[in-house]
């Protein structure tokens, strides 16, 4: 049950629906300075989320930095699904998010980890047949990854459920903690909150950066709808560290 309310609510928590929802009503009331009202409060909630410099500015701080890796070798590295989905076939294929892959695959194959975790199934509400991690273990095999050192979790649907397979998995293995966890950067948060709450030793390993940590530019000022579509990743990660926390 928390899993649909999760996707039917996101919905409402995006800015582009709030602009929509004030502009909608600025339309459809027929007193003047109401009309007024929602166009201004339509407006100003626009000229807010596409601001670059208040965007890259929350995003550093609540993006994960990395942390100095003090082991030479980690039994696993685990890396969180949603870097691929499926095609109108039902084939998989790499999104923007693929960042994720590559880090996993990068520190098994350098020897930083022994075994390569996918945790992912199918997290749409209707889900077919793709797997993640299935067509993730299959890429792996593609890049002579041995079968050994891969370890597929595809049921989990969300953060929760990769947390919780996840370690059954790992203890089935006999694969002991701290285990290196990959995934986005603006997703690292919240996810180390989770992995805590099952007793899940993790050091952060976070990719995928959405921003930059550069210097300041005056172009920061100028209103972009990059910021706005951007905006949704992190109040939904803000959103869900809240409702985590108090779960």
Same mark, same amino acid.
């Given at each position: 049950? #928390?899993? $649909?309310?999760?996707?039917?609510l =996101? %919905? @409402?928590?995006? *800015? &582009? ?13 027929k007193k003047?300075?109401?009309k007024?009202?929602f #166009?201004? $409060?339509?407006?100003?909630?626009l =000229? %807010? @989320?596409?601001? *670059? &410099? ?8 609540w ?5 100095p890796l003090t ?6 590295? $685990? ?16 999104n ?6 590559i880090?996993?695959?990068?520190l098994?194959?350098t ?17 077919g ?59 690292m ?39 706005l579509?951007?905006?949704?990743y ?6 869900g ?7």
């Amino acid at each position: 049950m #928390f899993f $649909i309310l999760s996707k039917v609510l =996101l %919905i @409402f928590i995006l *800015p &582009f629906a709030w602009v929509s929802a004030f502009l909608l009503a600025a339309l459809i009331v027929k007193k003047p300075h109401l009309k007024r009202r929602f #166009f201004i $409060i339509s407006a100003v909630i626009l =000229l %807010i @989320f596409s601001n *670059p &410099f208040l965007f890259n500015r929350f995003a550093n701080a609540w993006d994960i930095q990395p942390v100095p890796l003090t082991k030479p070798t980690y039994s696993c590295v $685990i890396v969180l699904g949603g870097f691929s989905g499926p095609d109108a076939n039902g084939n998989g294929f790499f999104n923007s998010a693929a960042d994720r892959f590559i880090e996993g695959l990068k520190l098994v194959t350098t020897g930083k980890a022994s075994h390569i975790l996918i945790s992912g199934g199918n997290g749409f509400l209707i889900p077919g047949s793709f797997r993640e991690s299935t067509f993730a273990k299959s890429q792996l095999q593609l890049l002579k990854v041995p079968d050994s050192c891969i370890i597929a979790e595809n049921r989990s649907r969300n953060t929760l459920e990769n947390a919780a397979f996840s370690k059954t998995l790992l203890q089935e293995k006999h694969l002991q903690p701290p285990y290196l966890l990959v995934t986005s950067a603006f997703h690292m948060r919240r996810s180390l909150g989770i992995f805590k709450k099952e007793k899940i030793e993790v050091v952060p390993y976070p990719c995928n950066y959405l921003v930059s940590r550069g210097d300041f530019s005056l172009t920061e000022f100028i209103p972009s709808s990059e910021p706005l579509y951007r905006w949704e990743y992190y109040i939904k990660e803000v959103i869900g560290s809240v409702v985590n926390y108090f779960k």
